[in-house]
């Protein structure tokens, strides 16, 4: 009950094009949902993160979508960029303990 | 501005051998976090702090792991008798309030066992 389940593992899309992410998760009492990105050699960084009271935010190119009914949330990368290329990684918290639950991480490659 | 630090990046000891690494959190920040990341996978959770006191350690794997921030900054996180399955990178996070926030990662100790 505790797992973040992510998919793909990996993905390559062309420049310009949409990266799409998607992750699902069992516990119902988890309120807080980051996704956090991660370059090679570099701890993962907080990209953007929802809680459930919402069911879309959007910070420049990066938006969460959020679906409580189904228990899932997907990042959407709009005109990915070659600089995005990075390993991504969905989380869950009960927010108030702090503990991140992560997914496995999709690696993103965006062709120039 | 310093970000969190790890020490040491790297380390390199032989099966049965302690080891400790330490992390060093943004000032201030109330709240410090470690977790273990295999290779290929998202991090997982081992412990976590707020100011000195241990909040959680339910995902330290056995007694041979242990933690401590006794003043309430630093942190060390002690593996005795290690094992060859303790290959890991070690990542420390902190965040700036207790229970919640924006979790900052280090740069992470890389552990190898011979």
């Known amino acids: 009950q505790q797992q973040v389940k992510q998919s793909p593992q990996s993905l390559i899309v062309q420049k310009g094009g949409i990266s799409i992410i998607n992750c699902a998760y069992e516990?119902?009492?988890?309120?807080?949902f980051p996704w956090y990105q991660q370059f090679p050699g570099k701890g993962p960084a907080l990209l953007i993160a929802?809680?459930?009271?919402?069911s879309e935010k959007k910070e420049g190119r990066f938006t969460i979508s959020f679906n409580k009914s189904a228990k899932q949330f997907s990042l959407h990368i709009m005109d990915s960029q070659p600089g995005d290329s990075a390993t991504y990684f969905c989380?869950?918290?009960?927010?108030?303990?702090?503990?991140?639950?992560f997914g496995q991480g999709t690696t993103l490659q965006v062709k120039p | 501005g310093a970000g969190v630090s790890q020490s040491p990046r790297y380390k390199v000891t032989k099966r049965g051998q302690d080891v400790a690494l330490r992390c060093d959190p943004i000032?201030?920040?109330?709240?410090l976090y470690w977790y273990r990341q295999a290779l290929g996978q998202g991090p997982e959770f081992l412990t976590y702090?707020?100011?000195?006191?241990?909040?959680?350690k339910s995902g330290l794997p056995n007694d041979r792991f242990s933690a401590e921030r006794p003043e309430g900054s630093i942190s060390t996180l002690t593996i005795q008798r290690t094992e060859q399955r303790d290959s890991a990178m070690y990542r420390c996070?902190?965040?700036?309030?207790?229970?919640?926030?924006?979790?900052?990662f280090g740069p992470g100790t890389r552990l190898t066992v011979l």
């Open positions: 929802i809680r459930p009271d919402v």
């Open positions: 996070a902190s965040s700036l309030s207790g229970g919640g926030g924006t979790q900052y």
């Open positions: 989380a869950a918290s009960i927010l108030r303990t702090g503990k991140l639950i």
């Open positions: 516990n119902t009492a988890f309120d807080y």
């Open positions: 702090f707020n100011y000195e006191a241990q909040q959680d």
């Open positions: 000032s201030g920040h109330v709240s």
